[in-house]
């Protein structure tokens, strides 16, 4: 009687181990697939915000190069306007923008000061 009882207890032991041991590999699959889905997520996210940045930086040129051009038409930049265009100068920047709108920015502050409208 003792030999069944141990040849069932292997039994059990040897079946719980491989249950147990196939539960772990499944559970570490799950894991890399989570694992896999957050990585392909940043990635997305990071193409996403590199994007958002270029249009952002693009949009802050485009609006200094007008500001520009306006102002210089129209001899003078008043205050308000200048710390607008100070702003999107800084943030420009912040973006990772280059020296070349600079030298532009440079322009608007040396045009005179004006009387707000």
């Not at 207890?9 to 181990?17: G, L, P, V, W």
């Not at 270029?54 to 102002?71: K, V």
Request: aromatic residues 8%.
């Amino acid at each position: 009687m003792e030999d069944v009882i141990q040849v069932i207890f292997a039994a059990f032991t040897t079946i719980m181990t491989s249950l147990v041991s196939y539960l772990f590999y499944k559970l570490k699959k799950r894991e890399d697939k989570q694992e896999e889905l957050v990585k392909k997520l940043e990635e997305e996210r990071k193409i996403h915000d590199d994007g958002v940045d270029e249009a952002l930086r693009a949009l802050c040129r485009d609006r200094i190069l007008q500001g520009w051009r306006y102002f210089h038409k129209h001899e003078g930049i008043t205050t308000r306007d200048l710390e607008t265009m100070t702003k999107l100068n800084n943030a420009y920047h912040k973006l990772g923008g280059n020296g070349t709108t600079s030298a532009v920015y440079d322009k608007i502050l040396e045009l005179p000061l004006k009387e707000s409208d």
